[in-house]
């Protein structure tokens, strides 16, 4: 009799559970769509100097400033941002159906995504580069990474580039996150991590590593970070005339200062709107 | 602990075996205080690395709860479908009717043959292209139908094991009775079982709280392991500290759950309802079901 | 149909999955049966040491497990297995890693198998005067793994499974080439069947194999 007392108990938690999910799906289509003077943006949560979940719950970075800086000049106040992690291989599906308004998260513009969404900007030009422990001068051109140990992201574009063009003879690790390259980095079986400049200088620039590494300063491709949007999305317009803004008074060059200045990052200038670098 | 194995230590075994523990313990000592050291030189064990877990709130209410909290939702979602779904289709490969056993054995199978992981990311992909599930909860509905998948044919193994656990003479005794299939396996079979597979559902619990962290893995979904990710890029890299947090965490989740079935099976014995046959937990192996059949 | 496999080595992932199978199953019958003994001995530190490694183990994620003995064993510890090549490096590493992981659960399997040997066998050596060893050796073990080829042959399927964590340190196996291929590739449905396929094809043979074997070679009491 007890096993009937079991089965039953199992399926009224079974059926509160769904009813439990139910509910939580409607606060949420309430607050997407009732609120009205929301808006969603997708950022990255774990990449320091762009897009940073602080240990305050709160946002820190480069694309997070710019974001907001948009946000304020498409008309909502800092309060009603809703941002929402936006992991890299998610952001198209994000932006197609509708989760997120736009995506300001390391996302370079490239044809294959343009085909599937519309980007405005560029608002940062960034290159494919190196972090090399402080005291390493055995690195002076992308030539000697051959027979070096080479450490990047599974799947990240920078480490196929990598393998197939730069330095094939390199050998490259491959892990689920920088953290774990950067603690080999430290441990020193790893002679240098590679993926964009920005992102190196991110980290470079946090202040548990001070002084401990450095940028190469290769150039070895060229990574124009927009802000996507939905297709045919009227937002593009509006985003571009914000970033336009944003530059031509200074506050652009602020937060690339604020955010990248203490790694010694040579930033390019503020790029053009619509003129990407091959 | 008396074992069959060895005889009752006399004052010369004793001495030998405390001599042995001796060794052992220098041993083990000399592997700890290398590790130590090792990890000493390489910084490991700075303060900084370790500090934010134990001086401040900040780093479990941003990074771990949220992340402990949706590794638990996934976990009791895919053990509150999984359990029911895996007894009815473990009863069902038991039934008379050629129709029924057959079609649940292959589903059984087929989803026993396969990884985990790979339903998973199956599932998500098929979420995200056939359904309109947003991509904020897609993560937690393709982990849990990869766990519901798999781990409800692993349990369906282990219900049938502890059904044919039992001795042939209770089904033969309830049919004498005149009782119908149903009956006997409702008010005979189950309630007696219950107790010889308790250990080996309780093993396959662990397994289902373990396997939330291939969705962080694989599939951006923020569980208790993935939030080392953000939490270790905001205090400089510290991943052995984190990591270690974590796992941790894991091993008293797990604790707490093995804890709490061993009461529940000690009560549920002491109502004398088991025949004492028990579905042996290591048969259940990791990520597998029990060997019974074979 | 099926010219999307085109440009990827389907062989070489899978048989680097077979390889970490074979070698990680060796590894763990070893070290597991170690283990059991350590739970079964008379010296108290060790059984010690055996109920903690397999609790301990048990309860850990294996993801953790294996990016431990890249973070732990290689980075920290400087244990290169070796080799001074990442590819090689990462290889042996998952092996460890999943050895140390699986010899837990072979160690349970074998801790049962002991219990389903007779009192009465136990007894009998240790009359005739054979110390633990012996008994353990040349009574108890042979019978205990005959009683347990089954649950074995679970736990190796469950390895053989369990190799795709291994991609969490780059180790190129095919889970890994699965999820590049979705990436890349627009067939869902059928990249999921091939490796699906593929893991059917390893795993099924080998539970009836050895559930065949297991019938073989059961003690009948």
Known sequence: MKVRKVTAAASVLLALSLTATACGGDDKDDKGSGGGKKITIGIKFDQPGLGQKTPDGKYEGFDVDVATYVAKELGYKEGDIEWKEAKSADRETMLQRGDVDFIA???????????????????????????????????KSPKDLNNKKLCSVAGSTSAQNVKKKLAPKADLQTYGGYSECLTGLQNKVIDALTTDDSILAGYAAQKEFEGKFKLAGFKMTNENYGIGVKKGSDLKKKINDALTKMVKDKAWDETVKKHFGPANYKNEPAPQIGDIVK | ???????????????????????FLVVLAAAAYWVYTKLDEKNQLEWVKWKPFFTDSRPWETYIWPGLENTLTAAAFAMLIALPLGAVFGIARLSDHAWVRWPSGAVVEFFRAIPVLILMVFANAALAEFTDVSSEDRPLYAVVTGLVLYNASVLAEIVRAGILSLPKGQSEAAMAIGLRKGQTMRSVLLPQSVTAMLPAIVSQLVVIVKDTALGGAMLTFSELLASVRPMSAAYGANTIACFTIVALIFVVINFILTTFASWLEGRLRRGKKSTGAVVPVAAVAGTQATGAEH | ???????????????????????????????????????????????????????????????????????????????????????????????????????????????????????????????????????????????????????????????????????????????????????????????????????????LPTGLILGWVSKKVAVKR
Not at chain 3, 87 to 116: H, M
């Open chain 1, 105 to 139: 998260a390391t996302y370079s513009i490239t044809p294959e995504r343009e085909e599937k969404v519309d980007f405005a900007g560029p608002y940062l030009l960034a290159h494919q580069d190196i972090l090399v422990r402080a005291d390493d001068k055995s690195i």
């Open chain 2, 1 to 23: 602990m008396t074992s069959v194995l060895y005889d009752a230590p006399g004052p010369r075994a004793k001495r030998r075996n405390i001599l042995y523990s001796i060794g």
């Open chain 3, 1 to 203: 149909m099926f010219d999307f496999l085109e440009g990827y080595d389907l062989w070489a992932a899978f048989w680097t999955t077979v390889k970490l199978t074979a070698l990680s199953a060796v590894g763990s019958l070893i070290w597991g049966t170690l283990l059991a003994g350590m739970r079964v001995s008379p010296v108290p530190l060790m059984r010690g040491f055996g109920t903690a490694y397999v609790n301990v183990v048990r309860n850990i994620p294996l993801t953790v497990i294996i990016v431990f003995t890249s973070l732990g064993l290689f980075q920290t510890l400087n244990i290169n297995m070796g080799a001074d090549d990442f590819t090689t490096i990462n290889f042996r590493l998952a092996v460890f890693g999943l050895t140390a992981y699986t010899a837990a659960f072979v160690c349970e399997a074998l801790r049962s198998g002991i219990n389903t040997v007779p009192v009465g066998q136990a007894e009998a050596a240790r009359a005739i005067g054979l110390s633990f060893t012996q008994v353990l050796t040349l009574v108890i073990l042979p019978q205990a793994f005959r009683s347990v080829v089954g649950p074995l042959a679970n736990v190796l399927i469950a390895l053989t499974k369990n190799t795709t964590v291994a991609a969490a340190i780059g180790v190129t196996e095919a889970a890994l080439l699965m999820r590049e291929m979705i990436e890349n590739e627009a067939q869902l449905i059928l990249i999921g069947a091939v490796f699906a396929f593929g893991y059917i094809c390893l795993t």
